[in-house]
């Protein structure tokens, strides 16, 4: 069983920045899976951030958040990151982690929240204008 944590989301001011923490727990290794955040705003659907494969080499980032967040890994932690700066108030959502069981090139599209097994229970982060 893969269990995740998320932290560091919170309030801030438009313009601003956060880091949002994503620890595998117990036994899990998150470095064996390919890693990925969502967003879900109240009254709409869950939807994709951004992913970073197994060991870190390759990242997708959705349009709407390109050039502002990024998505890193670090193994020796077992954490997964999402950095995000220049922060508007259209980013206000509880914020996900999720593990993918498929590799970084199989399975269904990364994009796609259905091809992600494990979920962590979401941190929000809310953006004042």
């Known amino acids: 069983q893969v269990q995740l944590v998320e932290s560091g989301g919170g309030l801030v001011q438009a313009g601003g920045s956060l880091t949002l923490s994503c620890a595998a727990s117990g036994r899990t290794f998150i470095s064996s899976y390919v890693a990925g955040w969502f967003r879900q705003a109240p009254g709409k659907e869950r939807e994709f951030v951004a992913c970073i494969s197994e060991t870190g080499a390759f990242t997708r980032t959705a349009d709407s958040v390109k050039g502002r967040f990024t998505i890193s890994r670090d193994g020796a932690k077992n954490t997964v990151y999402l950095q995000m700066n220049s922060l508007k108030p259209e980013d206000t959502a509880a914020y996900y982690c999720?593990?993918?069981?498929?590799?970084?090139?199989?399975?269904?599209?990364?994009?796609?929240?259905?091809?992600?097994?494990?979920w962590g229970q979401g941190t929000q982060v809310t953006v004042s204008s």
């Open positions: 999720a593990a993918n069981i498929n590799p970084w090139t199989g399975g269904l599209s990364k994009v796609d929240t259905r091809s992600y097994a494990y």
